[in-house]
């Protein structure tokens, strides 16, 4: 106890002391140092030791195994998998990532090998196309802003003419993200102006807009576009679905995010939502809940691609972990 005593007495005591915990917190920090987030997803034909190759590729670098979904359908000789682990990048350089997945991928034959580092990677380069309705535009720029949407939006395009002092052109203005109204004119071909202005983009968003691409468009562009539709139960097509579904008493109303294919509204579908409705809705409150809906079904939709969740499966459907 004396011993003790004398030196917590000492003068340089509280230096001695706190010179041992900083080394202490340094040491600690050596010892762990921060890890990375990264996700991995794979798409080949079925095999014995995919999943025990994929483990090991992460586990030889030092890397942790966070969760993994694997989906192997019956009868179809077909193996998905998708990988979340943590890594130190000093051990594992994003480059050697992508080269030791390559050599898996030739393995296997893999028809999709894909890795992706959040914190290291680019973020997805967007377009956002939208007609009349805001709903849907101003949510994505909302989530954008608040960083809740792992994408740049690069520009917005629309075939309808905003008012410089509305709340979109405001909004675009105090961001410096373009926007441009391509007026639709008899004889005018607008895809060829469109294609000169996402040809830097990753991917498409359809915030309803409500034009049609064509089939050469969607060949030349050749990188995938996500649109966002009501999913009105039972369906109504044609102008005012929800007037009508309204007028039809309907107890049951949705939206479905698909990708944009050739055939109109019939893409693989990567997400849907349903709420109910009932005789105590009127117009107001009837179309607020339809628009409610579609504005979270294409959010997930987006942020669901950028973490790599949505795979292709058989001709029109789609894997989403």
């Not at 030889?60 to 000789?77: M, T």
């Not at 008899?186 to 469109?194: A, R, V």
């Not at 995938?224 to 097509?237: E, Y």
């Not at 109109?264 to 005789?279: F, K, N």
């Amino acid at each position: 106890m004396n011993f003790f005593r004398k030196i917590r007495s000492h003068p340089h005591f509280p230096k001695i002391a706190k010179r041992s915990f900083s080394s202490l917190k340094i040491s600690e920090q050596s010892l762990n140092p921060p890890l990375t987030h990264g996700i991995h997803v794979f798409h080949c034909p079925d095999a014995v030791g995919i999943v025990a190759k994929l483990s090991e590729c992460i586990a030889l670098r030092g890397g942790n195994i966070l969760g993994a979904d694997i989906f192997v359908p019956e009868n179809k000789h077909v193996f998905y998998s998708r990988s979340e682990f943590v890594f130190d990048p000093s051990k594992w350089p994003r480059e050697q990532m992508d080269e030791d997945f390559f050599k898996i991928s030739e393995m296997f034959n893999a028809l999709k090998s894909v890795v992706r580092v959040p914190d290291l990677d680019p973020k997805y380069k967007i377009a956002v196309f939208a007609s009349k309705q805001d709903h849907c535009l101003v949510d994505l720029l909302h989530a954008w802003q608040d960083g809740r949407l792992p994408v740049d939006i690069t520009r917005v395009i629309s075939n309808h003419h905003r008012h410089p002092d509305s709340h979109v052109m405001r909004f675009l203005e105090r961001q410096r993200i373009p926007y441009h109204f391509l007026k639709l004119t008899e004889g005018k071909n607008i895809e060829e102006e469109i294609l000169d202005l996402v040809k830097d983009t990753d991917f498409l968003v359809l915030a309803r807009y409500m034009q049609i691409f064509s089939g050469d468009f969607l060949k030349r562009y050749r990188k995938d576009i996500i649109n966002i539709h009501h999913g009105l139960l039972p369906s109504f097509k044609g102008g005012n679905p929800s007037r009508q579904a309204f007028d039809c008493g309907v107890k049951l109303i949705g939206a479905t995010s698909h990708f944009v294919t050739e055939e109109l509204d019939a893409g693989p579908i990567i997400e849907q939502m349903v709420e109910r409705v009932s005789h105590r809705d009127n117009l107001r409150s009837f179309v607020q809940k339809s628009e409610n809906l579609e504005k979270q079904c294409l959010s997930k939709a987006i942020k669901y691609y950028c973490e790599l969740r949505v795979l292709p499966y058989l001709d029109n459907k789609t894997v989403v972990f």
